[in-house]
């Protein structure tokens, strides 16, 4: 598995999202990025997150910063998704795990004792010249908000 480091050059990538547009990181050079990666669409964590990211999102824009969640999920499943809770933000479609992979996050979990492969809900916050400069793993979507504020502002 591959571990990314603060200060590492983000891994570039494209995706597609939800409505079948494609994004590239690098395209956002200038900008700080919040690259999230979640397990499963429409799922009671994943949709704190995502709309914890959704209600704070006037407060990134102002300092300058994009947000892309990313999950295994299909584009007509990001669809649903984002139109169901208002999602103003890109959903990308990693269907082939290459990104979640490239950045680690992908792997072997546990739950209730059953093992099984998908993504650990991860945060990286990018800076303008795509570097790392934050890491959040087994992110807890509880608080994660406040945590990403506070190293925005850093």
Do not use: W
């Amino acid at each position: 598995m591959i571990t990314l480091k603060e200060g590492d050059k983000a891994p570039d990538f494209e995706l597609e999202d939800g409505e079948g547009k494609s994004t590239r990181l690098s395209g956002f050079k200038g900008k700080k990025v919040i690259l999230y990666f979640y397990p499963k669409d429409d799922t009671p964590g994943c949709t704190k997150e995502a709309c914890d990211f959704r209600d704070n999102l006037r407060k990134l824009k102002v300092m300058n910063v994009e947000v892309l969640g990313v999950s295994n999920d299909d584009s007509d499943s990001h669809k649903k998704f984002a139109e169901k809770y208002h999602l103003p933000f890109a959903l990308l479609c990693d269907t082939d795990k290459a990104v979640s992979k490239v950045y680690g996050v992908y792997g072997e979990k546990e739950k209730f004792g059953k093992k099984y492969f998908g993504i650990t809900r991860s945060t990286f916050v990018i800076d303008e010249n795509g570097r790392l400069k934050k890491i959040f793993y087994k992110v807890n979507p509880e608080q994660h908000i406040e945590e990403v504020l506070h190293a925005v502002q850093k």
